[in-house]
């Protein structure tokens, strides 16, 4: 069988129909994820840095033990002094004081607003403070973990973590709109995590053929000119 360079334009064709909107929407999506520096869309500028002072060493004592195996444990720096974040081999997770070793409450609502209010940097009013269990968790903080999400006039999100009281996210407006366009780019709306699927990878191969077939016509179309070309 010979091909053709008519055949090789027809079949480009139709492959042009197939694979049109994929192409479109990947040039699209990923031009909007790289006009922006990825530290601008993880609201990293909009963090306060960090005014609190490590106290001195001698004055930090160990947490007291409550019987269960320590699988980690880590000294931070949080609303004016030391803290220990204990996270048990048994899946529980505590805060101790540093400086007095006993135990801390449960980040509540007016400590998860104090939180965020102190590392967002920008002058904005607090519109709403709501929690969210492990299992609800908000699609846009990506994470499955107790949290509460301190709302700015913004539209911006913070998380803040409700068992170690540590920030989890910050998810601005323009995050929401770079997770959108990751969707897309993946041809996956739901989660925006699947990156291997049929879809995907099928629109990948056809757009693969495609571009190889237009570049194959670039060396047919020169012989079919030169074949015109003899006859004329």
């Known amino acids: 069988m010979t091909f053709k360079h008519r055949n090789f334009f027809t079949w480009h064709i139709w492959l042009g129909w197939l694979i049109g909107v994929p192409l479109i929407l990947w040039t699209a999506s990923g031009l909007f994820m790289v006009v922006r520096p990825i530290e601008e869309v993880r609201g990293e500028h909009l963090r306060a840095e960090a005014q609190d002072k490590a106290m001195a060493y001698e004055n930090i004592i160990m947490f007291v033990n409550n019987g269960d195996a320590v699988k980690n444990a880590r000294l931070i720096s949080q609303g004016g ?25 449960r980040i509540n609502k007016d400590a998860a607003r104090l939180a965020a209010d102190n590392l967002y940097k920008p002058a904005e009013k607090i519109e709403s403070v709501r929690y969210f269990s492990a299992k609800n968790s908000p699609a846009d903080l990506r994470r499955e973990k107790a949290s509460w999400q301190v709302q700015f006039a913004d539209g911006t999100n913070v998380y803040i973590d409700a068992l170690t009281g540590e920030t989890l996210a910050v998810r601005t407006r323009l995050w929401r709109a770079f997770d959108f366009m990751w969707g897309l780019h993946i041809m996956d709306l739901q989660t925006r995590e699947d990156t ?22 670039l060396f047919t179309r020169r012989r079919k000119r030169r074949g015109d070309r003899a006859i004329a």
Do not use: E, Q
């Not at 974040?85 to 801390?104: E, F, L, N, P, S």
């Not at 291997?196 to 016509?217: D, Q, T, W």
């Open 81 to 105: 002094s030391m803290v220990w974040i204990v996270r048990y081999a048994g899946g529980a997770t505590a805060r101790y004081d540093a400086v007095t070793g006993k135990a801390m409450a």
């Open 196 to 217: 291997h699927h049929p879809i995907l990878i099928g629109s990948a191969i056809l757009a693969l053929f495609g571009s190889i077939l237009g570049f194959v016509m």
